[in-house]
């Protein structure tokens, strides 16, 4: 029940009692504010006319759940965290969405012919008839937390039955022509355009990064990309392939003619949450063109560097190297490990308007004010290293490089890390310590990656236990073989945890990651070894400098604070010994 003090709610009423103590006098009875800080924030009440739980949380003098505790006691109601609550999506949709988010409000259960209902603001009799109205049936109440709901709102509603309805309208449209099919694809009314936009709504519900659409010889599987993790969450009938592919085809604006070329492009649609960026590639198959698309929110913040959840020792050493003149910067990792996050972060960190920033991409993910972006082009041969050696001409200070793909475009990027250009890029290899090796078996001369260099950063993300069915864990016989070799004697002392699996986590017992970070500085010793192209000796005096601060060890912090499990740093493990 959060501080202790609180006393536990009987059961609900079908109307709110109103009681004559005032809300202030509960959270000054128990403890949780003084008189002094409640005639303080009435005062402001007064004046401004806001609602005084919402300045109590904003102040920072009560938590929201301090608030809405005291109001449950106020009304003589249950209060109830959605956290843990066994919450069944099919029964909470008996309330239309619309509704339930007009009135902030979610279905909870039925209680001897009463509906239980969960409600930010009980109080409001006003949507308590909205909420009547709508069920029809008598109403038990009980507060909620606003954060907790919107959550669980989210985890409800869910498009995926929407999602098998549409296919299934798209599959008897077609029973009909094809032709007539594919003349519809472009009409916003029309079945598979519906589709598309309810695949859409619910990637970004299920805080997708990827959405998958893969033709089989019998049926088409829509895959979602959730925490780096594949989750299947439609089938359907093959014959929507063509339609579904020409329609994403026509918004992106792609040759819908032709089937046989890979082809990849970007638009923008809009969702209830604002407009999402979209890029789509194409790639043709046996049984139809495949498609992959990649989700990037245009509401997503640029994530500032204290915020990415690097160590205060990374952090530290990051910071003092940006604030260098020049020198090459690389991040490290492999596709979705949050590289271009980071690389957005450093350059948010370092733009003011005494300095010049250019990036050069493939493609743009993100709009950033007040800095020049310029996108790749291979097909009319603009590459990086051609775009890289005209950007020298525009006299930047900072330049950021999407990708170094290449010799050619690695040593464009570090001759211009040399002639006073802070340069910023990303490169794919398992670690910090082998990155610089990387680049010399690139072809990079040895004495350029010398005087280039500046540090690498290596990241992973680390899907992290779901809190709404984390429990602790037994581990099984190769878990607990690993963390004899791991811990030895000290392995029967951890406290594991797992996630059962429930609505919230879509059944996979993981509800997000978290960012794992080493950093690997070029001091005289390293940069006199890599110099000379003594690539074992280099490695070896990396390592000892990063000894306690490898991925490794920060994934293993975090299965000891019980926050992933031990299968999730056995697959990381794996990852970095291949």
């Known amino acids: 029940m959060g501080r202790s003090g609180w006393r536990r709610q009987g059961g609900g009423e079908s ?21 002094d800080q409640l005639k303080q924030v009435l005062a402001e009440q007064h004046r401004t006319g806001r609602r005084l739980g919402k300045l109590l949380i904003e102040q920072g003098r009560a938590s929201e759940q301090d608030v809405c505790q005291a109001l449950a006691i106020q009304l003589n109601i249950p209060f109830i965290s959605l956290t843990h609550y066994p919450l069944d999506p099919t029964f909470s949709r008996r309330l239309p969405e619309a509704a339930a988010r007009r009135t902030r409000a979610l279905l909870l259960e039925e209680r001897q012919g009463a509906l239980l209902v969960g409600m930010v603001d009980p109080g409001d009799l006003h949507l308590y008839d909205e909420l009547s109205r709508a069920l029809k049936q008598e109403l038990m109440l009980a507060v909620v937390m606003e954060s907790e709901l919107n959550v669980a709102l989210d985890h409800v509603y869910r498009r995926t039955e929407e999602i098998s309805g549409h296919a299934r309208a798209l599959e008897q449209d077609l029973s009909d022509l094809d032709a007539a099919a594919a003349e519809e694809a472009g009409q916003d009314e029309a079945p598979v355009a519906k589709l598309v936009q309810s695949l859409f709504e619910d990637a970004t519900l299920a805080h997708a990064s990827d959405v998958h659409i893969e033709p089989q010889s019998d049926r088409i ?46 638009f923008q649609i809009a969702v209830r949450s604002g407009p999402l960026d979209v890029r789509i590639s194409t790639m043709p198959t046996p049984h139809g063109e495949s498609i992959v698309m990649r989700l990037l929110s245009q509401f997503d913040q640029v994530l500032q560097l204290d915020r990415l ?12 190297l940006l604030a260098k003149s020049s020198g090459m910067l690389i991040v490290t990792g492999p596709t979705g490990s949050g590289k271009t ?121 680390v899907r992290l236990i779901c809190d709404q069915c984390k429990h602790s864990a037994q581990p099984d016989t190769k878990e607990r073989e690993w963390l004899t070799r791991t811990y030895g004697e000290q392995a029967s002392r951890l406290q594991l945890m797992t996630g059962s699996g429930c609505t919230y986590c879509n059944n996979t ?48 912090r975090l299965l000891e604070a019980g926050r992933t499990t031990a299968r999730e740093v056995m697959r990381l493990a794996n990852l970095l010994e291949e």
């Not at 959840?309 to 003092?320: I, P």
């Open 309 to 320: 959840g690097m160590g205060e020792d990374v952090l530290r050493k990051l910071r003092a």
């Open 15 to 35: 109307m709110v009692k109103r009681v004559k103590i005032r809300l202030g006098d509960i959270l000054v009875q128990h403890g949780i504010i003084s008189d």
């Open 509 to 556: 017992g993981y509800a997000g990651r978290a960012g794992i970070y080493e950093m690997l500085e070029m001091n005289a010793q390293l940069t006199e070894l890599i110099g000379r192209g003594d690539s074992a000796a280099f490695v070896a005096a990396a390592q000892v400098q990063m000894k306690g601060h490898t991925l490794y060890d920060q994934a293993l």
């Open 221 to 266: 599987n829509i895959r979602f990309r959730i925490n780096g993790a594949l989750q299947l969450q439609t089938v359907a009938d093959s014959r929507i392939a063509p339609a579904l592919a020409q329609r994403l085809k026509l918004i992106a604006g792609l040759d819908i003619s032709e089937r046989r070329m890979p082809q990849d492009g970007r």
């Open 341 to 461: 996050s980071t690389l957005y972060a450093a350059v948010h960190e370092v733009n003011d308007v005494s300095t010049k920033i250019v990036t050069v991409e493939d493609p743009i993910e993100y709009r950033l004010p007040e800095i020049t972006q310029i996108q790749v082009n291979e097909k009319i041969d603009l590459s990086f290293a051609r775009v890289l050696r005209s950007v020298l001409r525009h006299d930047p200070d900072v330049i950021l490089v999407g990708e170094m793909r290449d010799q050619e475009t690695a040593q464009v990027g570090m001759r211009a890390a040399i002639t006073g250009h802070m340069v910023l890029t990303t490169l794919h290899t398992r670690n910090a310590a082998t990155t610089p090796v990387r680049l010399i078996d690139m072809g990079v001369p040895p004495y350029l990656v010398s005087v280039a260099l500046q540090g690498v950063i290596a990241q992973r993300l």
